[in-house]
T-cell receptor, first 113, second 108 residues
Framework: GAGVSQSPSNKVTEKGKDVELRCDPISGHTALYWYRQSLGQGLEFLIYFQGNSAPDKSGLPSDRFSAERTGGSVSTLTIQRTQQEDSAVYLCASSPPYLDTQYFGPGTRLTVL | RKEVEQDPGPFNVPEGATVAFNCTYS??????FFWYRQDCRKEPKLLMS???SGNEDGRFTAQLNRASQYISLLIRDSKLSDSATYLC?????????FGKGTMLLVSP
């Protein structure tokens, strides 16, 4: 079946602009996660959605970052007033009910000039 | 102590070699453990879950030592295609915590 999809695959933007990154999880998966990975670094947790519960936003690095998940499916990560240090690969993952295993999308490579 | 700690490597081994990676974690209440594999410029993919009794999947064996809070991954008969970064993953209170990974390079 279809895996996790993310769009765009690459995004180049200018410092100060807002960007929106999209994630389509695997159908039926109730949990959705956003991470970012800078070059040569590990995965940095950003935010976690589980069903209809309030999201765990503890990983968001600043108030310029926000995310929403509509209808328990598609999620959008928004970065306002982008900075050069926001350049990274943004990865989305989803998990089926009652399991911890995460399935990752291919990521969005964000470059802030 | 970092939540999940791994030797970054790289581990350079010839084809056919046996190689082992260790990982330590700080949260003694952790319940779920995994190894993921990440190829260069690709997303992480689940390699195997780690069970308390240890488990094997073909050439790969995972072990968990709760008392010492470490997890290991053993790869036997290394293949060129095993070259990748291996991520140790531990479930915290609600989310997974990923180690920074150990890079493996298998050469002919």
């Amino acid at each position: 079946g279809a895996g996790v999809s993310q769009s765009p695959s690459n995004k180049v933007t200018e410092k100060g602009k807002d960007v929106e990154l999209r994630c389509d999880p695997i159908s039926g998966h109730t949990a959705l996660y956003w991470y970012r990975q800078s070059l040569g670094q590990g995965l940095e947790f950003l935010i976690y959605f589980q069903g209809n519960s309030a999201p765990d936003k503890s990983g968001l690095p600043s108030d310029r970052f926000s995310a929403e998940r509509t209808g328990g499916s598609v999620s959008t990560l928004t970065i306002q007033r982008t900075q050069q240090e926001d350049s990274a690969v943004y990865l989305c993952a989803s998990s089926p009910p009652y399991l911890d295993t995460q399935y990752f999308g291919p990521g969005t490579r964000l470059t802030v000039l | 102590r970092k939540e999940v700690e791994q030797d970054p490597g790289p581990f350079n081994v010839p084809e056919g070699a046996t190689v082992a990676f260790n990982c330590t974690y700080s949260n003694s209440a952790s319940q779920s453990f995994f190894w993921y594999r990440q190829d260069c410029r690709k997303e992480p993919k689940l390699l195997m879950s780690v069970y308390s009794s240890g488990n094997e999947d073909g050439r790969f064996t995972a072990q968990l030592n709760r008392a010492s809070q470490y997890i290991s991954l053993l790869i036997r008969d290394s293949k060129l295609s095993d070259s990748a970064t291996y991520l140790c993953v531990v479930k915290g209170y609600s989310t997974l915590t990923f180690g920074k990974g150990t890079m493996l390079l298998v050469s002919p």
